[in-house]
Every structure is written in structure tokens, then in C-alpha cells.
């Protein structure tokens, strides 16, 4: 169990805090108030006070579902996404890992020191840095504040698309 374990670790760590690849060398500090490991579905439960930190980068959430198999993360109960300046929060997660993408969904911020943006539903793929946010989209820079269908956001330029 404690060999699972350790590699269940090093799957979320790659997963949510190293997506581009093992470019970060520290180790990941993973906690919960529970763990188990479900027989019947191959997935690992993640319970209560779920939070994955890497350097600078931390993710939390309530509880979440990891599947070593499939290099899938379903995480909620209020995700919280932070490094840096960047701030991301959002009521659920589901990630692919083997396609460095992440949707999320559950009244989805976005909050940076020059923009926020809100919205239902959010898409981001970590080898483009592009999130596509839809659904009741409100975007607010500086002064201005304005709704839109949908929008593009290049986490690397910090410009609208």
C-alpha cells in the first residue's frame, strides 16, 4: 500500500503541479485527512483537506478521485489553484493527464493582478497555456468590466485572445 501510495504522489504531483513535465526538481508535499484505494474501481480516494504543494504552486480541494491507469484526476468541494500572481478557483476539476488538459467547472475564477475573469465552465491546456472560458463570462481589467460569450486567455502573454 505504502509503494501505491508514494506512487500515487508522483502521478498528482506531475499531473497538477508539473504539467509541462519534470522540469521542477522539488519534491511534492501531498496531504489529506483520508486515503484509500478502491479495488473494485482502480481509483484512489482523496478525502478532506486535499492539498498538493511544489514550490510555489498549491492545489486544494475537498476530495478528489486519482486513476493511475488512465493518468485521471477528478477533483472538488472548492478547488483552489495558486501560484505566484496567478489565482484559479473553481467548484470541480477533471483532469487528462496524458493530454495536459484540465476542465474545470462551478463558478470558475481567474485572478491575476491585471485581469479577472469568471465564468461556469473553464478549459485549460498546459502545452498551449490557452484557457477557454464560456458561460456567463465576466472579464474585469482595471476599471472596465464586460460580459461576452466566451473568452481566451494566454496564461503566458497575460493578453486576451
Known amino acids: 500500500m505504502y509503494k501505491k501510495l508514494g506512487t500515487l504522489l508522483l502521478v498528482v504531483f506531475y499531473l497538477f503541479a508539473c504539467p509541462a513535465g519534470p522540469a521542477i526538481a522539488a519534491r511534492p508535499v501531498i496531504t489529506a485527512d483520508t486515503t484509500y484505494y478502491d479495488t473494485d474501481t482502480g481509483l484512489y480516494i ?3 483537506h486535499v492539498r498538493v504543494e511544489i514550490g510555489k504552486r498549491i492545489i486544494t480541494a475537498g476530495q478528489a478521485k486519482v486513476s493511475l491507469g488512465s493518468l485521471e484526476v ?14 484559479l478557483t473553481a467548484g470541480s ?34 502545452r498551449t497555456k490557452l484557457a477557454v472560458f464560456t458561460g456567463n463570462v465576466q472579464v474585469t481589467q482595471g476599471n472596465d468590466t464586460w460580459s461576452a460569450a466566451s473568452v481566451t486567455y494566454n496564461s503566458k502573454t497575460g493578453a486576451l485572445e
Do not use: C, H, M, R
Open 46 to 48: 482523496l478525502k478532506g
Open 74 to 87: 477528478w477533483g472538488s468541494d472548492g478547488i483552489t489553484l495558486t501560484q505566484e500572481d496567478i489565482s
Open 93 to 126: 476539476v477533471y483532469v487528462i493527464g496524458s493530454q495536459n488538459k484540465a476542465a474545470l467547472s462551478g463558478s470558475v475564477t481567474l485572478a491575476q493582478p491585471q485581469i479577472t475573469i469568471t465564468a461556469d465552465t473553464a478549459d485549460f491546456n498546459w
